[in-house]
């Protein structure tokens, strides 16, 4: 798999896979993952390169729809949505957290 064949949350298992580390499938259950750790960080201008980006367009922690992988100065790699695949965006509304496990 590659390419435009990821969503987005199989994109973010599928990176930290191949650098050793399992995540859970989905964007919600990996935001859960990463927050019962105590790894959420809310403050955009403090992300690192390689965290988790999480988007909940209700600001809610239990509604979270997509997330992608930080790579500095306010931009992320991400599944965009069906038909546009991989690419590189800025990081957007929406954003609640992001955090590395």
Same mark, same amino acid.
């Given at each position: 798999? #590659?390419?435009? @064949? &990821?969503?987005?949350?199989?994109? %973010?298992?599928? %990176?930290?896979?191949?650098?050793? +580390? @399992?995540?859970?499938? %989905? ?5 859960? +993952? =990463?927050?019962?750790?105590?790894? =959420?960080?809310?403050?955009?201008? %403090? ?7 999480? &988007? ?7 509604? =979270? *729809?997509?997330?992608?992988? @930080? ?12 038909? *546009?695949? *991989?690419? =590189?965006?800025?990081?957007? @509304?929406? +954003?609640? #957290?992001?955090?590395?496990?």
């Amino acid at each position: 798999a #590659g390419g435009s @064949a &990821f969503d987005c949350s199989g994109l %973010t298992s599928w %990176t930290y896979l191949r650098h050793g +580390f @399992a995540l859970p499938r %989905t964007a919600q259950q990996q935001y859960s +993952f =990463i927050a019962a750790r105590g790894h =959420i960080n809310h403050n955009l201008n %403090t992300l690192r390169p390689g965290d988790l980006v999480f &988007f909940s367009p209700s600001g809610s922690p239990n509604n =979270i *729809v997509h997330v992608g992988i @930080a790579l500095g100065n306010g931009k992320m790699i991400h599944a965009a949505r069906p038909g *546009v695949g *991989v690419v =590189i965006g800025n990081i957007y @509304a929406g +954003f609640i #957290g992001g955090g590395r496990p």
